[in-house]
């Protein structure tokens, strides 16, 4: 808003990037979409304000941004400022590494006195350093606010029988708003329907339903129309609701980034929320048996690596946030966080 140009927000997610115009509209900036959701008239209507300098942000995904036509529309004005969100997408070292990403300095390129910023929640060193490279940030261009998220309550359970867990836990957090995430679509599907027998307010996410639905079983979520959302991992990058109480992991995640990102959407107002891991050996085996059907050797070595630092996560004696922060490397961690279930 403080340049006279306009900024480009490069996004990896359609319903992310509307969440965020959305907004952005109703506190009066002026911001602007281009992708495939919109119609032909309502993308013309987009380009013309852009042509007309009416609008100051414009969020496109990597692969529209790389387009002939959109990158002539962008040297025909002033680009002031270009914003990379999520830019650990950009590393291979990172846990969603999108290969468009990787091509952005191109884009760059065209725009030599634009700004340029980065910004990510889940960066591990090697994936900061990886950001800097591919994007010629200097050195002196970081800035890390704390990974610690102090009010979240941290828990790992061993999985039992994690129905009747999962089930009581919600229970526990009755009319409140609460994500569930499922390793596969069957899983989601299952519970969802089981917890619906059940009484409660529950719809699915997963990448198997078609985009109008998912669409709309995430409005639902965000305008409280529903309590629960059982998803798999495909859920959540694109929402900007504040007031989840709670996230379940019925089956473990693949990797500490996914795990802290997913806790991360819950208690984004400030007031305390909580988190629970059910831990179960089986759920191992089968990431185990992923990792085998990889072709790639390092890709390979890399998921293993991955596992082991989630598996040491889950296991650990001491207090939870110690792992977790080292692993983004954040040395000074207090001993004690009277906010998980190993320090109480």
Same mark, same amino acid.
């Given at each position: ?146 990974? &610690?998220?102090? +009010?979240?309550?941290? !828990?790992? *359970? ?6 009747? %867990?999962?089930?009581?836990?919600? $229970? ?119 990792? &085998?059907?990889? +072709?790639?050797?390092? !890709?390979? *070595? ?6 082991? %630092?989630?598996?040491?996560?889950? $296991? ?29």
């Amino acid at each position: 808003i403080v340049f006279d140009g306009i900024t480009l927000v490069i996004s990896p997610l359609i319903s992310l990037m509307q969440d965020q115009v959305r907004q952005l509209i109703e506190l009066d900036i002026p911001a602007v979409v281009l992708n495939s959701s919109l119609s032909t008239d309502e993308y013309q209507q987009n380009i013309d304000s852009i042509r007309q300098g009416q609008s100051k942000l414009l969020f496109l995904a990597p692969e529209t941004a790389l387009q002939g036509n959109i990158l002539s529309l962008l040297q025909s004005v002033d680009v002031a400022c270009v914003a990379i969100d999520e830019a650990h997408c950009i590393s291979e070292w990172g846990h969603e590494f999108r290969p468009e990403y990787r091509q952005l300095d191109q884009l760059l390129s065209c725009f030599p006195n634009a700004v340029t910023v980065a910004l990510t929640a889940t960066a591990t060193p090697r994936v900061r350093e990886d950001i800097k490279r591919q994007l010629n940030i200097e050195e002196n261009s970081e800035y890390i606010a704390s990974f &610690d998220r102090p +009010n979240l309550y941290l !828990e790992v *359970r061993p999985k039992e029988s994690a129905y009747s %867990q999962t089930k009581h836990y919600i $229970e526990k957090h009755a009319k409140q708003s609460g994500i569930v995430y499922c390793q596969s679509r069957s899983a989601v599907d299952e519970l969802s329907a089981k917890l619906k027998q059940d009484g409660f307010s529950v719809l699915p996410y997963h990448a198997g339903l078609n985009s109008q639905k998912r669409a709309l079983n995430q409005e639902k979520f965000v305008r409280d129309d529903v309590d629960i959302i059982v998803a798999t991992i495909a859920f959540g990058m694109g929402i900007n609701k504040p007031d989840v109480r709670y996230v379940v992991h019925y089956d473990l995640p693949k990797n500490i980034e996914s795990y802290y990102q997913q806790i991360g959407r819950a208690g984004r107002d400030g007031q305390d929320a909580d988190c629970l891991l059910l831990f179960g050996y089986g759920d191992t085996g089968k990431i185990r048996f992923f990792i &085998d059907q990889m +072709n790639n050797e390092q !890709e390979k *070595r890399l998921a293993t690596m991955h596992l082991n %630092q989630m598996l040491a996560l889950a $296991e650990t004696e001491e207090c939870r946030r110690v792992p977790l922060l080292q692993y983004f490397g954040e040395p000074e961690v207090q001993e004690s966080c009277v906010k998980c279930d190993n320090c109480l």
